[in-house]
């Protein structure tokens, strides 16, 4: 096999060409326009719940916005899930707050319930003030446990931020990730679900909250003829050439996420008969991932490697793999804030890949990468 298979490539309709045409043929080439709009709804029609959706000019422009409006200001605390990207968290940096880390459960990988009640206690005793929100993730597509988080949140009174970059068609219970907390993320960076090129949307409750993060979006311009600014606003919003990409990509999102599952349904079969890889899955019928990318721990005894030269091997073979994110409490930036943990993130990092999953990947790629793995571990 001569071709690289790669983690998560983009992959595109055709038709996306059709929509930047239009923009161009109309002039529509700014931010905002029909593409923006029409994006937008069928995004509002994919999550559903009644949710409005705001095209943003990315996922991290999405969680800033969606802090902003959650009240969080210098000074606040902000619970964050620590197994994640950097992006889930960064925002709140950027607000001047403080990033308070909760470790994960091993079912989801997610945050975990009984940490996240053990944190907000202890950060009240601490300073004697309620966290100001609650971001927590669906790291890899895989639902957190929502349930379980949205109790303790609604018992202590803190909204929470869902970040759902990762889990564009996820489902808990029959229910679209992004929809449960006050606001979520969602990315179409160039290697998730769908793609922008670059780019992410905010889903918010209602109109009002759709108004709200415009006006954010777009340097918090007050209803002046003349530039009039009462607040500090970004420019975030969504060009409307990236949003005909969008649109295109819209044709083929139900197609990708038949596809991700597709393919973690080939792994699945293939690492049941191995000894020593555990590929991630739902953990019961609550969770339906879209398997965004599919992840595998290796047990180094009954293997005999580890994750690094597992990744070694593979890129030498033409296979891109991944280690599982770092920590947020264990990156050098971070490492003198708050957390909440029990080793349970730090050991996923120390024994996990994500391994190639997307649109491209084919299931002949899927076999390749399976019988290169055999290749590699039981050796000794
Ligand atoms: C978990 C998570 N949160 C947030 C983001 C940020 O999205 P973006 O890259 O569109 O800013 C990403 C992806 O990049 C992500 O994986």
Redesign the pocket.
């Known amino acids: 096999m001569n071709k690289r298979i790669y983690l998560c490539l983009a992959h595109m309709s055709g038709c996306e060409q059709d929509f930047i045409k239009e923009a161009f043929d109309t002039n529509w080439v700014v931010p905002l326009g029909p593409n923006v709009n029409a994006f937008e709804e069928e995004l509002q029609a994919f999550v559903g719940e009644n949710k409005k959706v705001v095209a943003l000019s990315?996922?991290?422009?999405a969680?800033h916005l969606g802090l902003i409006q959650l009240g969080v200001q210098a000074g606040d605390e902000v619970i964050c899930q620590s197994f994640?990207?950097c992006?889930?968290v960064n925002p709140v940096v950027y607000l001047g707050a403080t990033p308070v880390f909760v470790d994960s459960e091993k079912d989801t990988w997610n945050m975990s319930p009984e940490l996240l009640e053990k944190a907000i206690e202890d950060r009240i005793t601490q300073i004697g003030k309620k966290p100001k929100a609650i971001v927590f993730?669906h790291?890899y597509g895989m639902p957190a446990k929502v349930d379980e988080l949205m109790a303790v949140a609604h018992k202590y009174d803190i909204p929470i931020l869902e970040?759902a970059?990762?889990a564009l068609g996820s489902e808990y219970k029959g229910r679209k990730c992004g929809t449960f907390g006050k606001f979520g993320?969602l990315?179409?960076?160039g290697n998730?679900m769908i793609t922008t090129s670059?780019?992410?949307a905010l889903v918010v409750p209602n109109e009002e909250a759709k108004k709200e993060t415009m006006f954010y979006a777009t340097q918090a311009r007050e209803a002046f003829p003349y530039y009039q600014h009462e607040r500090i606003g970004y420019n975030y919003r969504m060009s409307n050439i990236c949003a005909g990409i969008g649109r295109g990509q819209m044709t083929l999102l139900d197609e990708h996420i038949a596809h991700h599952r597709h393919i973690h349904a080939l792994y699945k079969e293939a690492f049941e008969k191995m000894d020593g890889i555990t590929l991630m899955s739902n953990p019961d019928e609550s969770s339906n991932a879209n398997y965004w990318l599919c992840t595998i721990l290796i047990d180094e005894e009954k293997t005999g490697v580890d994750y690094e030269e597992l990744r070694v091997a593979l890129d030498v073979k033409g296979i891109e793999t991944r280690p599982l994110w770092k920590p947020m409490h264990l990156q050098p930036v971070y490492q003198h804030n708050p957390c909440y943990v029990d080793g349970t993130s730090e050991k996923l990092f120390n024994k996990g890949l994500c391994l190639p999953a997307g649109p491209c990947v084919t299931d002949e790629d899927v076999a390749y990468i399976v019988h290169e793995i055999k290749q590699c571990i039981y050796r000794g």
């Open positions: 990315a996922g991290t422009a969680i994640t990207f992006a889930s993730v790291l970040d970059a990762e993320a990315s179409f960076n998730k670059g780019g992410g």
